[in-house]
């Protein structure tokens, strides 16, 4: 174990020198490298990712437009997962209620309703399963509902409530009795006012684990915030800028990442420890004049405007590249899923836990912003697609591997 003072630090390290590999995959297209640096495990994964495919198992959503009222017409998917009796299981905070369908797209049952009883949702903003039991997250009422799989109402667990937004925060399920809630940290002081700062606090079957991991500090800057002269405020994201990608994982640890960088930190005790870094080169896409004066055309347009205006920064720095990860997902097999950001279509790569590279797949279409993807065994995948009418869809894959 190595400490280092910043998660940013850790994830930026280059060092001059490498210990002998610990070891090597056998030689092949892929090649996966362990080296150890100073207590570091670094793992490299070199070339093209083993090929496989997303077969796609089921898609729930409604068939056509007249399909008002079924079971199938979501008001607004914000959570899905595949529950451990292979069903799939939907939460639809629109309509307050958890829909329940067969891996067939039959649907099989629909419990809660709009309420502040027991078994009601004021707002139904995640779900997640821990063991034998289904938990729903409700911000708003501030607590954590605990079901059986037939929809029986088991109790609750206190939160913070009266927390607004769509879709809200969620959870994030690392294991099959192991998962993390997205609260609400203490205040800190910006010029612009004062901020929160996130937590993620571990979660299993019976009760909190005492896992509770504040977000890693984001050292990038990817906005420019401006005040006018008469206290107006005004926000511009920096085209292209790098930022911070986090997930919990197993054990208390965080996995972590900057976006411009294909190198993933996983890390203990607030990003001090590194205990692995998992590394995969892959070239870089520039950033085109055409692209740059695309998406910074608003800003100059509002600065020519508000000359007098201060600014933080001045303006936009310009960067050579395009990021390159998009979010990451641990799943509940302890698989880390990596989203790589492509001109030509962003794809999934799929790593053991020990950081191997397994598989790389075309990333499925039309995935809803903001609703995070599922994972469920048997490298099952649910993903959430909204569709040209706004509806949305709950698509169901499997990753397939190619033998060797």
């Not at 998660?7 to 490498?18: E, G, I, Q, R, T």
């Not at 979501?74 to 069903?87: I, Q």
């Not at 990442?257 to 870089?284: E, K």
Request: a negative charge; one cysteine or more; glycine letters at 12%.
């Amino acid at each position: 174990m190595c400490r280092f003072p910043s998660l940013l630090l850790a994830s930026a390290l280059v060092l001059a020198a490498a210990c002998a590999p610990d070891d090597e995959a056998a030689p092949g297209d892929l090649t996966t490298t362990f080296d150890t640096i100073n207590g570091v495990v670094h793992v490299t994964n070199t070339g093209p990712a083993p090929p496989a495919r997303l077969a796609p198992v089921v898609s729930i959503g409604p068939k056509t437009v007249t399909d008002t009222g079924s079971p199938d017409e979501f008001g607004g998917v914000t959570s899905v997962a595949l529950g451990p009796d292979g069903e799939v299981y939907v939460a639809d905070g629109r309509n307050f209620e958890v829909r329940v369908f067969g891996l067939d797209g039959a649907h099989r049952r629909t419990f809660g309703r709009e309420g502040e009883g027991p078994g009601e949702f004021e707002a139904l903003s995640s779900l997640a399963w821990a063991g034998d039991l289904l938990l729903t997250l409700d911000p708003m009422l501030g607590r954590v509902g605990e079901w059986s799989g037939e929809g029986e109402w088991l109790g609750q667990r206190r939160t913070r409530g009266r927390i607004t937004g769509w879709p809200g925060p969620r959870f994030y399920p690392v294991g099959p009795d192991e998962l993390y809630r997205r609260a609400l940290g203490s205040g800190y002081e910006t010029r612009f006012g004062t901020a929160i700062r996130s937590l993620y606090v571990g979660l299993n079957s019976r009760g909190e684990t005492g896992d509770t991991l504040p977000e890693l500090p984001d050292e990038s800057t990817s906005a420019i915030f401006c005040e006018t002269a008469e206290g107006i405020f005004m926000a511009f994201t920096i085209p292209f800028a790098p930022s911070l990608m986090e997930h919990p994982g197993r054990g208390g640890v965080m996995y972590s990442a900057l976006t411009s960088d294909y190198r993933i930190a996983v890390t203990r005790n607030h990003g001090a420890d590194t205990l692995r870094l998992i590394q995969r080169p892959l070239p870089a896409e520039p950033v085109t004049d055409a692209e740059w004066e695309e998406r910074t055309r608003d800003f100059e347009e509002w600065r020519a405007e508000n000359r007098s205006a201060e600014c933080e920064p001045s303006g936009p720095t310009r960067y050579p590249t395009k990021p390159i990860l998009g979010p990451l997902y641990i799943a509940t097999d302890g698989k880390l899923w990596v989203v790589v950001r492509r001109a030509a279509g962003d794809l999934w790569e799929v790593f053991d836990a020990d950081g191997r590279l397994l598989a790389g797949v075309p990333a499925p279409p039309h995935i809803a912003t903001g609703v995070a993807p599922a994972f469920g065994p048997s490298d099952h995948l649910l993903t959430i697609r909204r569709d040209s009418l706004d509806l949305d869809h709950v698509d169901v894959w499997r990753l397939e591997r190619e033998s060797s």
